[in-house]
């Protein structure tokens, strides 16, 4: 729990009064958490527009009432004495949960700002501009120490990247502070406003300016400069621009992201790009699932140029740093997967039993979840791509899958809202979306769960009007994943057949058209992997399910009889299983195989995607 939303319970919540009336002053009961907080409390909780209407709701609903209620006023509301006589009565704003910085310089921060504060240790009282400039030093890391020391222009144009762009949650009070701060250093970005759209505007005119020689105001060879360009070109912030070949050569490998040689020769260059971007993240990112979910974007961009590449020695440089990022991530397992389970999902879903969760919380009236079967972080870019095609505007994050990855258990984590029964498989999936719907009060009516396919299509049409709640799965991915016998360069000319020939684009317009809110995920992904050797009968032995990269036994004696039988397998453990943690499978020596159930980063980070 976020240590600002335990301070305000204590305010609201009462020991002797069964209701609450909170004047929300700073409009805090617009974050989900707090909602969720007072409700995990048993309180049902009204929002009031004006003062009249708190005192219709009392009457209405709360008075007579046996359950609790907290009724959220206006901010500047106050209970008649007959009214909180009934009612615990508390005004509660930014200033008494943060007693030391200044109310107006915080609010509109986002939640993970606020719950970043509200953990960081000061003492003294900071005036606004104080205030202001603590928020910039601590949530966003600019250094005002360094800052126009040297390379002004560069550092400050850095930090703008920084916290418009890089970071999430930027107040008012922060963007008015940045932009009087800037303005002597680039009056005409400032003299349009500074927003996120004329930021980049500006620096795709200033990159074109460098790349050309023709007098740009900043110099991208700035260390801390060129480092935040190269965020901006691998989320295609930014757009390369096209160079001579004898010019290309010039360019610092980390600006390299930035420019490319021809149309023939682009996919190489912005593939090198990547690599060196990559390269810089792979010594920076931390045990912090955001950051591996940043990261898998870049990954997945990078992976399909690996694809298309046809320069081994650019491909050989990708697919060793793949593996340093996979060994990167079973650290990031090791230390920090088990702990994610007990996160909410309220906000952003971090692994994938806490998507319905997610999906409740969301206001749309009418809620769609399709979740395909085995499709990988760098399939879902493919996907991507044809929606942007077609006109539709997606918000991509990412999930965890349950280790070991298989469809059993992975799958039945997300229809069931919570950790899967590892006595059970996932056939059952259909009923457990319906119960988890159900014992959130709503009607079986209105809920629905569908599989469909290449040769079982779906039209939108064939969902009744009545339905708000539904479920669909696609197993075609998977189907193609286990037939594609010739590695990832077959899976992509694979998906993007199915792509075009499954009608999933259209499926996914006519449900928006329908009003549905729809979140597209996967239960796992897939890697392609090398056999390491097939496993003898006495290494099955007591095993209760497998497949090429796990092992589930009956006790913890049989799983210690594996591990001590190939003390050189890179195995990870979790309960009674086993998983391959590389790129290595059971199977014959040295035989190519696509499959999952292990923990490299592509099968266990899942797409997850609102539309």
């Known amino acids: 729990m976020s240590n600002w939303i335990d301070k305000f319970k204590i305010l609201a919540i009462s020991t002797h009064k069964q209701h609450i009336i909170v004047a929300d002053r700073d409009n805090l009961f617009e974050y989900l958490e707090l909602r969720k907080a007072f409700e995990n409390e048993g309180y049902a909780i009204i929002v009031s527009k004006t003062d009249l209407d ?8 709360v008075r007579e009432s046996v359950n609790r209620f907290l009724i959220v006023a206006p901010a500047n509301y106050r209970p008649l004495p007959d009214l ?19 109310a107006k310089a915080i ?27 603590f ?3 601590n949530l966003y890391s600019v250094d005002f120490d360094i800052l126009t020391k040297s390379k002004a222009k560069e550092r400050i144009l850095n930090a703008l990247i920084t916290v418009l762009l890089e970071k999430n949650g930027v107040n008012n ?31 795709q005119e200033q990159w074109e300016l460098f790349v050309e020689s023709k007098s740009p105001l900043l110099d991208f060879n700035e260390a801390l400069l060129n480092r935040s360009l190269g965020y901006l070109f691998a989320f295609e912030y930014l757009k390369p621009v096209k160079v001579l070949p004898a010019n290309y050569e010039s360019f610092h490998k980390a600006l390299k992201i930035g420019v490319y040689v021809d149309e023939h020769g682009q996919n190489d260059n912005e593939l090198e790009g990547l690599i060196e971007y990559l390269k810089q993240q792979l010594e920076l990112i931390e045990d912090i699932a955001d950051q591996w979910f940043k990261t898998i974007q ?3 961009n990078a992976k399909i140029r690996y694809l298309i590449s046809k320069n081994s020695d650019l491909k050989d440089r990708y697919s060793q740093l793949e593996n340093a990022f996979n060994n990167r991530f079973q650290r990031f397992i090791e230390n920090t997967y088990g702990s994610l389970f007990s996160l909410s999902g309220v906000r952003k879903p971090v692994v994938v039993s806490r998507i319905l969760e997610h999906i409740k919380a969301k206001p749309a009236k009418k809620k769609a979840l399709l979740v395909i079967d085995c499709m990988s972080y760098w399939q879902w870019t493919l996907l991507s791509n044809a929606l942007a095609n077609a006109g539709v505007e997606y918000s991509s994050n990412a999930s965890l899958a349950f280790i070991p990855t298989i469809t059993a258990w992975s799958r039945q984590a997300i229809f069931k809202g919570e950790k899967p029964d590892l006595n059970d498989d996932n056939s059952k999936e259909s009923k457990m979306f319906e119960s988890f719907w159900l014992r959130q009060g709503a009607p079986a009516y209105q809920i629905h769960y569908q599989k469909f396919s290449v040769n079982e299509p779906l039209s939108a049409k064939d969902i009744s009007d009545d339905v708000t709640l539904l479920g669909l799965v696609c197993n075609d991915l998977d189907n193609i994943m286990h037939g594609s016998i010739l590695g990832n360069d077959h899976l992509k000319v694979s998906t993007e057949q199915w792509i075009e020939k499954s009608g999933i684009v259209k499926l996914i317009l006519d449900f928006k058209v329908q009003g549905f809110e729809i979140y597209i995920t996967a239960d796992h992904g897939n890697v392609e992997a090398k056999g390491v050797k097939n496993l003898n009968l006495e290494e099955k032995v007591g095993s209760l399910s497998r497949s090429k990269r796990h092992l589930h036994f009956t006790s913890e004696r049989l799983l210690e009889n594996f591990k001590t039988l190939n003390p050189s397998l890179p195995v990870g453990t979790r309960g009674f299983s086993v998983y391959l943690k590389n790129d290595e499978a059971f199977t014959l020596k040295n035989k190519q195989v696509i499959t999952h159930g292990g923990s490299h980063f592509w099968e266990v980070i899942v797409p997850f995607i609102s539309i």
């Not at 708190?54 to 609903?61: G, P």
């Not at 700002?113 to 960081?120: K, P, Q, R, V």
């Not at 009070?173 to 500074?194: H, N």
């Open 107 to 133: 609010k509109g921060l986002s939640f993970n700002a606020l719950s970043l504060l509200s953990n960081i240790k000061h003492y003294d009282k900071l005036s606004y501009d104080k205030s202001v400039k």
């Open 135 to 137: 928020l910039l030093e």
């Open 173 to 203: 009070a922060v963007v008015d502070f940045l932009t009087g701060f800037s303005k002597p250093y680039f009056p005409g970005l400032i003299s349009k406003g500074l927003t996120k759209t004329n930021l980049l505007k500006f620096i």
């Open 84 to 102: 909180e006589m009934q009612v615990h009565f508390q005004s509660v704003g930014l200033a008494q949960l943060f007693l030391n910085l200044d």
């Open 298 to 300: 870049i990954l997945s």
């Open 54 to 61: 708190v005192r219709v709701q009392f009457e209405l609903q």
